[in-house]
C-alpha cells in the first residue's frame, strides 16, 4: 500500500487530534491510539475499525491486519469507482467530506472519524462486501452481525454503496443485499431500503446519485429512485420514481418535481 505523504485530509484529522488532545487531556490516550501513532489515513482508519470489531475471540490485531488486507487490495481495484468497487481509503475519504459539508452539527473530520457511528458501520460494511467479493461470505456475514450489534445499523454485505455517502445518526437503519445507494445519497436515522417479501433474487431498491431519504422512510422492492429526488421522513415507496422528486407521506405521494438546481425547501415553502 502506497503511503501517501502529500494527504491534506490527513493532516486536518491529525491536526485537529492534536488540539483535542490539548483541550481534554483525558482522551489522549484514545486519540493517540487511534490518529496521532497512525503513519497514515489507512492505518488509523484500519484500526479504529479493529478495536470496535474485535471480541474475545477474535483480536482487534487479527481484524486490523484483515481490514489492511481489503484496503490495500481494493485500492488496487481503484480504476472501478462504481458503487461497492474501487478504494475504500478513497471512498471513506469522500465520506468524511460529505458528512462535514451535509452535517451542521458536524465541527471537524476528527468528529466524524471518531464518534459518527454511521461513517464507521458504514466503513466496516465496506469491508464486508471486500470480503463478500473474495467468497469469503460466513466471515462477511459475521462482520455484518457486529455492525448490527455495534452500530445499531443493519447493512448486509452484499449491498452496494457509492461515495460521499452520509449516514446520519445511523440508529435503525436497515439495507437488504442487492441494494445500490449511488454517489452523493444521505440517509438518516431509521431508514429501510428493503423487499416486500413477494420476490427473490434482485429485490432491493436502486438509489441513483444525490438521493436523500428522510428519518423511518422506507423504500421496497427492486425499484429506482431517481437523482436528485428527495424522500420525506416517514414515507413508503414501492414505486420507482423519476430524477428530481419531492415525496411524502405514507404512500409516498410525489408532491413536485425540482428544476435542475433547485432545493426542495424552495419547494416546499411554495406549497
Known sequence: ???????????SLRQGA?????????????????ILNQPTFERSLAFLLATKLATSTILASQWNDLIIDAITTSAEEEQNKSPGAGSIAAAARADLEAIKYRDPACPSYVHAFLFYK?????????????????KRKVLACMVQSS?????????HPGAKFGR???IDHATGIVVGETAVVDDDCSLFHGVTL???????????PKLQKRVTVGAHASVLGNITIGHDTKIGASAAIL???????????HKG?????????????AIMSKL
Request: proline share 4%.
Open 18 to 34: 492534536q488540539e483535542l488532545a490539548i483541550k481534554e487531556p483525558l482522551l489522549g490516550g484514545f486519540l493517540y491510539s487511534k
Open 1 to 11: 500500500m502506497s503511503l501517501v505523504s502529500d494527504d491534506p485530509l490527513w493532516e
Open 253 to 265: 405521494i410525489i408532491i413536485a418535481k425540482r428544476r435542475k438546481g433547485e432545493k426542495a425547501s
Open 164 to 166: 460521499g455517502i452520509m
Open 118 to 134: 454511521g461513517f464507521q458501520g458504514l466503513q466496516a460494511q465496506r469491508v464486508s462486501h471486500w470480503l463478500w467479493g473474495h
Open 147 to 155: 455492525i448490527s450489534e455495534t452500530f445499531g445499523m443493519d447493512l
Open 194 to 204: 428493503g423487499g416486500t417479501g413477494k420476490e427473490a433474487g434482485d429485490r432491493h
Open 239 to 249: 414505486h420507482d420514481l423519476p430524477p428530481r422528486s419531492v415525496v411524502v407521506g
